[in-house]
């Protein structure tokens, strides 16, 4: 496994492997890798012959007061879990490298609409820095297929409404949510719950088994839908609810009813302490 930590150093590793007719496959991450990481890069192996992963925490997705300074960082466990799912570089560059000027000097990606709803309303400018940061690895690795995790929905929405607006010759993969035995959706951020945190934190998983039934029971009013995910989150003493909505799968926009060839998926956010925690799940394909 090779490790760069410039942009140089990368892309003339992957060009290696592309002259060696390698398709090439790309994992973004911010580290502190997990088995959800994990299965993303089993996912690029599959699909691709040569397999690279970023770490980078990117500071230009954080806004004022979030978790930037205390996001775990443990590089050398990053590296040993890329080593044994059989990665093939890893790509660790510092601020300085991705931002010369600085992120208030740098230029931006804006994803219209799909930016400024549900986590955009809350984060206004944090679909901004994930486009940014994800458009600059692209054209640093210029992968053929990128992998990223269903739990991020709206990211991987908007990372491919960008892809077919730029006209990206990159094929957008999204791998189911992966879970503990428990239901809670894997996240570098759940290490910050305390116990009572973490077992009000199974509120959400239980919120969306509990819509989904609803909808594959009959259920069609999305305002209906939407009570039946608040409830178990607002009887939780340990949970701060953000939101909970009910959107098409694609566009995003707010459903009143959920309806056959529709595509259909609940979305929600609430927090535990300081730890904010989101999950998603398809109510109809």
Known sequence: MQVATTIASARMAVEQARGERRRIGLVPTMGALHRGHVALMEESRRLADFT??????????????????????????????????GVDLVFKPSAQEMYPRGVPAATFVEV???SHVLEGEIRPTHFRGVATVV???FEIIRPDVAIFGQKDYQQQALLRRMAADLHLPIEIVTHPIVREADGLALSSRNIYLDADQRR???ALSRALDAARKAVAGGETDANRVRQ????????????ALDYVEVVDAETLEKLDRIEPGRPAVALLAARFGETRLIDNARLTE
């Open 228 to 239: 039946i995910l608040r409830s178990p989150i607002e009887s939780e003493l340990a949970a």
């Open 52 to 85: 690279a992963v970023s770490i980078f925490v990117n500071l230009a997705q954080f806004g004022p007061g979030e978790d930037y300074d205390r996001y775990p960082r443990v590089l050398e466990e990053d590296l040993r879990a890329c080593e044994a799912a």
């Open 200 to 202: 009000g934190s199974l």
């Open 135 to 137: 458009l600059a690895l």
């Open 112 to 114: 219209p609409g799909l």
